[in-house]
């Protein structure tokens, strides 16, 4: 049996209004993080929605014989819906198992979370990605790696080919691998978490495109570029600009929010050698200060308005 406390609509000086939280990661508090929770809540109010900001640590998740419980610490009620800027995925099951719509889901979140799953969600639905080819499992007591059958993998691509972990965030755990000496210290430093070779998309060296998409719309673009890495992430220095996507951008986009189910995310796109968008990544927990800084777009409009047509 699911149990929930009482929640939904809140009636308001006789007007139904929405109550809504935004969750974040309470041991993540710095301000880059805390920055989208609060343009949701701010932006949440002039829209007469009740937005409260929880931290994911000042809830107690139970699963007992009686059932699914969710205790916030100073008891307030639970949300009509809830805004998910977190990859607490136990958390994001836990409210979709007391029926509380969650966005994004718990689904999407797990798949861009690990990005093994992102690619073979990607695939699957036929997406323009570089070809990926995903490292079989290895246990964390393997004591000795079967180099032999990851150089066979190798054979997919010609150096230089990216290598890059599951987990990872920042352009940290993303590599270009140039020779097998390389390959096999990587390999060895990875170990037993999982990863995957890639082609590199040379066109695309220290470039990419940030496009936001909530529902089936693009709302924002950037232009990252760095003069000295191959990768266009800002915190490893790229400089960034706004940017018009072109429909095939917005198209390809688009399906990729799709294929991993987000309800809005930020979307990387590499730049082929003839100009055509290539899916990099597809992140559902998109960092937005810099959408609002050189574009002007506050994207918690679009994401509230979205979720309220949805509810
Ligand atoms: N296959 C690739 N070819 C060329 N550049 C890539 C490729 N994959 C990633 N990059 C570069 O590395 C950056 C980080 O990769 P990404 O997959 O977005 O990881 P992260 O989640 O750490 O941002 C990208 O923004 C892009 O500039
Ligand atoms: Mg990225």
Same mark, same amino acid.
């Given at each position: 049996?699911?149990?929930?406390?009482?929640?939904?609509?809140?009636?308001? &000086?006789?007007?139904?209004?929405?109550?809504?939280?935004?969750?974040?990661?309470?041991?993540?508090?710095?301000?880059?993080?805390?920055?989208?929770?609060?343009?949701?809540?701010?932006?949440?109010?002039?829209?007469?929605?009740?937005? $409260?900001?929880?931290?994911?640590?000042?809830?107690?998740?139970?699963? !007992?014989?009686?059932?699914?419980?969710?205790?916030?610490?100073?008891?307030?009620?639970?949300?009509?819906?809830?805004?998910?800027?977190?990859?607490?995925?136990?958390?994001?099951?836990?409210?979709?198992?007391? =029926?509380?719509?969650?966005?994004? $889901? *718990?689904?999407?979140?797990?798949?861009?979370?690990? &990005?093994?799953?992102?690619?073979?969600?990607?695939?699957?639905?036929?997406?323009?990605?570089?070809?990926?080819?995903?490292?079989?499992?290895?246990?964390?007591?393997?004591?000795?790696? @079967?180099?032999?059958?990851?150089?066979?993998?190798?054979?997919?691509?010609?150096?230089?080919?990216?290598?890059? @972990?599951?987990?990872?965030?920042?352009?940290?755990?993303?590599?270009?691998?140039?020779?097998?000496?390389?390959?096999?210290?990587?390999?060895?430093?990875?170990? =037993?978490?999982?990863?995957?070779?890639?082609?590199?998309?040379?066109?695309?060296?220290?470039?990419?495109? /940030?496009?936001?998409?909530?529902?089936?719309?693009?709302?924002?673009?950037?232009?990252?570029?760095? =003069?000295?890495?191959? /990768?266009? $992430?800002?915190?490893?220095?790229?400089?960034?600009?706004?940017?018009?996507?072109?429909? *095939?951008?917005?198209?390809?986009?688009?399906? *990729?929010?799709?294929?991993?189910?987000? !309800?809005?995310?930020?979307?990387?796109?590499?730049?082929?050698?003839?100009?055509?968008?290539?899916?990099?990544?597809?992140? !559902?927990?998109?960092?937005?200060?810099?959408?609002?800084?050189?574009?002007?777009?506050?994207?918690? @409009?679009?994401?509230?308005?979205?979720?309220?047509?949805?509810?």
């Amino acid at each position: 049996m699911v149990q929930c406390y009482k929640f939904t609509f809140l009636i308001k &000086k006789g007007a139904i209004i929405l109550n809504g939280w935004v969750i974040y990661n309470g041991h993540l508090a710095a301000e880059a993080f805390l920055q989208f929770p609060k343009q949701i809540k701010k932006t949440g109010s002039e829209k007469n929605i009740e937005i $409260n900001v929880v931290a994911n640590n000042h809830l107690c998740y139970q699963a !007992t014989k009686n059932g699914v419980y969710l205790k916030h610490a100073e008891g307030w009620e639970l949300p009509s819906f809830v805004i998910f800027h977190d990859k607490d995925i136990a958390l994001a099951r836990q409210l979709e198992l007391l =029926d509380i719509p969650v966005y994004n $889901n *718990a689904q999407s979140i797990e798949i861009c979370d690990n &990005k093994v799953l992102m690619y073979q969600h990607l695939a699957k639905k036929n997406v323009n990605i570089p070809k990926t080819v995903i490292a079989p499992k290895i246990f964390s007591n393997t004591t000795t790696i @079967e180099l032999e059958s990851f150089l066979t993998l190798a054979k997919e691509f010609s150096y230089p080919f990216i290598m890059k @972990e599951g987990y990872g965030s920042f352009g940290e755990q993303v590599y270009l691998i140039h020779n097998e000496e390389e390959y096999i210290a990587r390999i060895k430093a990875i170990y =037993d978490k999982p990863f995957v070779l890639q082609e590199f998309v040379d066109s695309s060296y220290g470039r990419d495109i /940030r496009i936001f998409v909530v529902g089936d719309k693009v709302v924002a673009g950037l232009k990252r570029s760095s =003069d000295i890495d191959f /990768r266009a $992430n800002v915190y490893l220095g790229s400089k960034v600009e706004g940017y018009h996507a072109s429909p *095939a951008e917005k198209e390809l986009a688009v399906a *990729a929010a799709k294929a991993v189910g987000a !309800t809005y995310c930020g979307v990387d796109l590499l730049i082929g050698k003839n100009g055509e968008p290539i899916i990099c990544e597809v992140n !559902t927990n998109a960092h937005v200060a810099n959408i609002l800084k050189h574009t002007g777009v506050n994207v918690a @409009e679009p994401i509230l308005d979205h979720i309220i047509t949805q509810l």
